[in-house]
């Protein structure tokens, strides 16, 4: 040991004694909507107090949180899918005390630390066909890493991918995000071309042209919740490698057991990607990490010769708290069968909810696979209720899913989300580790506030109104 390493870590306790971030907390939490509204972004504190979300939850474990008073929310969205394995759970709090007590050499730029190694080859496990992986930060940097693969692998600019799709929001994931509501105002993007799901006849046409690299595709659609037709993503593939581009599998958010398969391509026969994108779940909520993973002669040919070793790299990339927790998750996964209990709580869960079609007119629709699940509202048949549908969907479509999701928070204490800007569609993505009660208490709270929308009457539509003022107001 050098004279001036510290001993025992004396010094670093020493030089923490500064910093008090229990007092902090104790001290500033409750300035926490001022200083969202000061500070960041000003309309997210707005829309929380409009809706009735500006709950303060002190502290969360599984798929639970609690607010001050000791009340329990179930939590059936997850942080958007980032909380696959619950919050919190012992498993990756625990890798992450022991890789910060190691005190690793971490990103020295010049070395081959061996964690990254290490969750590569647990993750490739998963995922045969595929050879390598790039660790990046976030999902939108595993499609950027995907986009730039296969258009220098292919030697071609442009990019397919479907409408209505959402790949991320930086610049590159941008270009192939199917939501004119994200793309408005930040044009010029990247020059690709958005197709129908489904529509082998408009992807064959586009590759016809010679300058497409490859076709990036949701088996699962986030937006609305809509699966590729059976058959697509395998005639794509063939379409794809007939043409000389690659299919691009974005598994950000139904990758790592989301919907009852490790991957959601896996649910179609024969379906072999040249490049799967991965990130949320990976984290185990606390520490960002996205994945790139490809076949063996892509990563070849970006990485051609050591002038291009760091032709494409992130800064955090591998860092050793991300990939700690990247295998302490795979570990959980497989010790506690996370993928068939996915499947089989999710089967349940469908089946229940797919039960209250007939008894529901304004309930139309349920779909998805495992627990990533789409409740779709539609037009009533009845007079009554038909009227008052035709007045929110004149002032903005969308708003009768908001009327779902805020008493099922306010009156259950349940947390969902409404699936994309203008659908009536609910999405739910509980944490993976949800079982047969968190079923009971959605299936008991969601049939409730049913009960109250097809009643004609009450606060559900009080707020309606409230909600249709808004949207006219914002015109």
């Known amino acids: 040991m050098t004279e001036d390493a510290p001993e025992n870590g004396e010094e670093a306790r020493e030089a923490a004694k500064g910093f008090d971030l229990a007092?902090?907390?104790?001290?500033?939490?409750?300035?926490?909507?001022?200083?969202?509204?000061?500070?960041?972004?000003?309309?997210?504190?707005?829309?929380?107090?409009?809706?009735?979300?500006?709950?303060?939850?002190?502290?969360?474990?599984?798929?639970?949180?609690?607010?001050?008073?000791?009340?329990?929310?179930?939590?059936?969205?997850?942080g958007f899918g980032v909380m696959g394995i619950g919050r919190h759970h012992p498993v990756v709090r625990k890798a992450l005390h022991d890789v910060l007590d190691?005190?690793?050499?971490?990103?020295?730029?010049?070395?081959?630390?061996?964690?990254?190694?290490?969750?590569?080859?647990?993750?490739?496990?998963?995922?045969?066909?595929?050879?390598?992986?790039?660790?990046?930060n976030s999902g939108t940097e595993a499609v950027e890493t995907a986009l730039k693969f296969a258009r220098y692998a292919t030697g071609r600019p442009r990019i397919l991918y479907c409408t209505h799709a959402f790949h991320g929001l930086t610049t590159g994931s941008l270009s192939v995000n199917g939501e004119s509501g994200f793309r408005d105002g930040f044009a010029p993007l990247l020059p690709d071309t958005a197709i129908p799901?489904?529509?082998?006849?408009?992807?064959?046409?586009?590759?016809?042209?010679?300058?497409?690299?490859?076709?990036?595709?949701?088996p699962i659609q986030g937006k609305g919740v809509h699966e590729s037709p059976p058959g697509f993503l395998r005639a794509a593939q063939e379409l794809l490698h007939r043409h000389k581009a690659l299919l691009i599998a974005d598994e950000v958010q139904t990758g790592l057991g989301r919907t009852g398969d490790f991957y959601a391509y896996q649910h179609e026969d024969g379906v072999e990607p040249d490049l799967v994108c991965v990130a949320k779940a990976l984290s185990g909520g606390y520490v960002p990490v996205g994945a790139t993973l490809g076949k063996d002669w892509i990563f070849k040919k970006v990485y051609s010769s050591m002038d291009r070793v760091l032709v494409h790299s992130a800064s955090f990339g591998s860092n050793a708290q991300a990939m700690a927790a990247g295998l302490a998750v795979?570990?959980?996964?497989?010790?506690?069968?996370?993928?068939?209990?996915?499947?089989?709580?999710?089967?349940?869960?469908?089946?229940?909810?797919?039960?209250?079609i007939g008894r529901y007119e304004l309930l139309h629709d349920v779909r998805g696979r495992g627990l990533m699940i789409g409740i779709e509202f539609g037009r009533p048949q009845s007079l009554k209720l038909?009227?008052?549908?035709?007045?929110?969907?004149?002032?903005?479509?969308?708003?009768?899913?908001?009327?779902?999701?805020?008493?099922?928070?306010?009156?259950?204490?349940?947390?969902?989300?409404?699936?994309?800007?203008?659908?009536?569609?609910?999405?739910?993505?509980p944490p993976l580790t949800v079982g047969e009660k968190e079923v009971d208490r959605f299936v008991a709270a969601f049939t409730a506030v049913m009960d109250e929308a097809h009643s004609g009457g009450g606060l559900m539509w009080d707020f309606g109104r409230t909600l249709v003022k808004q949207a006219v107001a914002n015109r």
Request: charged share 25%; net charge negative.
């Open 197 to 218: 799901m489904g529509d082998l006849a408009a992807l064959e046409r586009e590759l016809k042209r010679g300058d497409v690299a490859g076709f990036v595709v949701e």
């Open 102 to 136: 190691a005190s690793l050499a971490d990103l020295t730029r010049f070395d081959c630390q061996p964690l990254p190694g290490l969750l590569a080859e647990k993750l490739l496990a998963h995922s045969p066909h595929l050879d390598r992986v790039f660790f990046g």
């Open 330 to 356: 795979l570990s959980v996964m497989e010790d506690e069968e996370i993928v068939a209990r996915a499947r089989r709580v999710g089967d349940l869960l469908k089946a229940r909810l797919t039960e209250l």
């Open 23 to 78: 007092g902090l907390l104790a001290a500033r939490g409750g300035e926490r909507y001022e200083l969202h509204a000061r500070h960041l972004n000003h309309q997210l504190p707005r829309m929380l107090h409009t809706i009735g979300f500006d709950r303060v939850y002190e502290r969360a474990e599984g798929a639970y949180f609690w607010d001050a008073d000791g009340n329990d929310y179930l939590d059936m969205l997850a």
């Open 386 to 429: 038909r009227s008052r549908w035709t007045v929110l969907q004149a002032a903005r479509k969308g708003l009768f899913a908001q009327m779902v999701v805020v008493p099922l928070l306010q009156k259950h204490r349940i947390l969902t989300q409404v699936s994309g800007d203008h659908l009536e569609v609910i999405k739910l993505i």
